[in-house]
């Protein structure tokens, strides 16, 4: 229910109001508060998969690498969404979205970086430059492209996306990938299970039994809990978050080509392949800003404005050690429940984010989170990555067209993803006698999936007889109207 004291029902429909600054101020924060976790944790899991993250080397200088990359994703998550609310010429919507590290690229980079060190960190940043000026060239076609890209073929890969990432949560929440590596003990052990379960019921519990902000901000509400019970078993201790603050200076700027630039067709093109769901993941988020905050259609200005942005914001944060960025859906949700359409109030959330993006400190007491409360966290909120994806598939018309499609899409995909990534290092794997480049690019099985899916739903005709799917379905394809395919 919108709070009309903010401004009369006409204000806040209109992106241009602008609240009285002690109003304004903190609904921009409460968007930061809504998307933060989210932001910083991709820098998190890529950190660790590289080997300079949690229960690395790396602790006994403060994970500066891991730092830095934190604190990129702050600064340029704010740097973009200024670009998407003040704008720059065509750049930029000039509504009220929140821009952010996207998790779409994850299962893009853990195969770039695994094991690698910081000297993986060229290619995957020239990757993200590469694919970022791609998005931004997407924003000239993104009407026109649209077509190939249904809810079958978008929903199969956000779905993907989450099942990839959910065994990370898992990981994390059991002691993280390192303690797992060096078999140690207490991998696994009741502690860190309770850590990561007290997240995720209090989580729960803000979600479903608190209103407003407290509902919206229910993650990080989950973390600031498991971290206090840490506190009490012993997993955080004052002196070592007196040390990690200690270690890190009160301001830092961005350097640029700190890792340098480097490019690996792997990279390059992985990222310019999952910039298309990456842009069509905005159009809906832009639709959606639109159409739950002012009650309209978003214009094709407004749409290639925003794919425009996510472009150009995601290949500068390249240049300085950022991750890509897109809008953040959570945000869209907040929006339609506020009401308050003002892009001005989402420029005043992007520069709070910006300010810590600039004090390295910030970053350093997110490196005191254990693992375990970062695992509570990443569950839900990968799970909930998952049922976006299920959430798109509900749009589709299961026909047996669409049924043959999404089962010999995901057969491949998910299969692959299974057999890679539950294999011990040096052993056999099924993409072993691909070259480097294609290996990579299929070991997530993201791209396979998106690609098969893609080219049957163009190639294939609309309809498929009966009995085309009847000895393929085992008996499941549906007969009648009370079928799965509708008819």
Known sequence: MADTSIGTAAQLRDPNYTPALHKAVPLGIQHVLAMFVSNITPAIIISGAAGFGFGSDAGAQGFPDMTYLIQMSMLFAGVATLFQTIGMGPVGARLPIVQGTSFAFIPIMIPLVAGKGVEALPALFGGVLIGGLFHTLLGTVIGRIRFALPPLVTGLVVTMIGLYLVRVGIEYAAGG????????????????????LVVIFVTLGMKFFARGML????????????????????????????????????????????????????????????????????????SGITKGGAGREATDKEIQGATFADGIGSAIAGLFGGFPNTSFSQNVGLIAMTGVMSRHVVTIGAIFLIVCGLIPKVGALIRTIPIEVLGGGVIVMFGMVVSAGVSML??????????????????????LQLEVMNLAPGS??????????????AASGILPAALIAIVLNLILPEELADEATEEVSGGMSGHGSGSLSGE
């Open 215 to 286: 509902s919206v901000s229910a993650v990080l509400i989950g973390i600031v809990a498991g971290y206090i019970y840490s506190m009490f078993f012993g997993l955080v201790s004052l002196d070592g978050i007196g040390q990690s603050w200690n270690r890190a200076a009160a301001f830092g700027l961005p350097i640029p080509f700190k890792y340098g630039i480097d490019f690996s067709l792997a990279a390059v093109i992985g990222f310019c392949l999952m910039s298309f769901v990456s842009a069509v993941e905005t159009v809906g988020d832009v």
């Open 177 to 196: 990938v390192p303690a797992k590596a060096f078999n140690n003990p207490e991998y696994g052990s009741l502690l860190n299970w309770s850590v990561a």
């Open 428 to 441: 056999p794997n099924a993409l072993q006698y691909l070259p480097d480049t294609l290996r990579i690019l």
């Open 394 to 415: 509900s749009d589709v018309n299961w026909n047996r067209r669409n049924m043959v499609i999404f089962a010999i899409a995901l057969s491949i995909g998910f299969g």
